[in-house]
C-alpha cells in the first residue's frame, strides 16, 4: 500500500482554525498561570515573613514591571477561565460543529479581549 499525501512541515503555510488557536491559547495560558502563581505564592511568602520582606515585595509590585506583569498573569486567567468554561460547554455536547466551534472560539477571543482591558484599568 503507497501512500502519497503531501507532508508540509512549514508551520508558517498553515492555518489554523480559531478552535485550534483557542485550544493551543487554553494551553499556554495554563503554564503562565503556573509560573505567575509560583511568583505569588514567593511574593506572599515574603512578605509574611517580616516587615522588611514586606517592604521589599511592596517596592517590586509597584513598579511598571511589576504591573505589567500582574496585567499578564490576569489575562492569563481570563483567558483560561473563558476557555475552560467554552470546554466545559464542549464536554457536555455543544459547540462540537465546525461552525458553532468556531463561533464559540471567537466569542471567547473577544471576551478575553474585554477582561483584559478591563484589568488593565483596573490596575493602572
Given at each position: 500500500m503507497k501512500k502519497q499525501r503531501p507532508v508540509n512541515l512549514d508551520l508558517n503555510t498553515i492555518s489554523f482554525p480559531?478552535?485550534?488557536?483557542?485550544?493551543?491559547?487554553?494551553?499556554?495560558?495554563?503554564?503562565?498561570?503556573?509560573?505567575?502563581?509560583?511568583?505569588?505564592?514567593?511574593?506572599?511568602?515574603?512578605?509574611?515573613?517580616?516587615?522588611?520582606?514586606?517592604?521589599?515585595?511592596?517596592?517590586?509590585?509597584?513598579?511598571?514591571?511589576?504591573?505589567?506583569?500582574?496585567?499578564?498573569?490576569?489575562?492569563?486567567l481570563g483567558y483560561h477561565l473563558l476557555a475552560g468554561v467554552r470546554h466545559m460547554f464542549m464536554d457536555m455536547g455543544y459547540f462540537e460543529e465546525l461552525d458553532s466551534g468556531r463561533v464559540s472560539a471567537q466569542i471567547v477571543f473577544v471576551l478575553a479581549i474585554v477582561l483584559s482591558v478591563l484589568a488593565g484599568v483596573w490596575l493602572w
Open positions: 480559531a478552535a485550534a488557536i483557542s485550544s493551543i491559547l487554553h494551553r499556554i495560558s495554563g503554564v503562565i498561570m503556573l509560573v505567575g502563581v509560583g511568583f505569588l505564592v514567593w511574593a506572599l511568602a515574603t512578605s509574611l515573613q517580616s516587615a522588611e520582606g514586606f517592604d521589599m515585595v511592596h517596592g517590586l509590585l509597584t513598579g511598571f514591571i511589576a504591573k505589567f506583569i500582574a496585567w499578564g498573569i490576569m489575562t492569563a
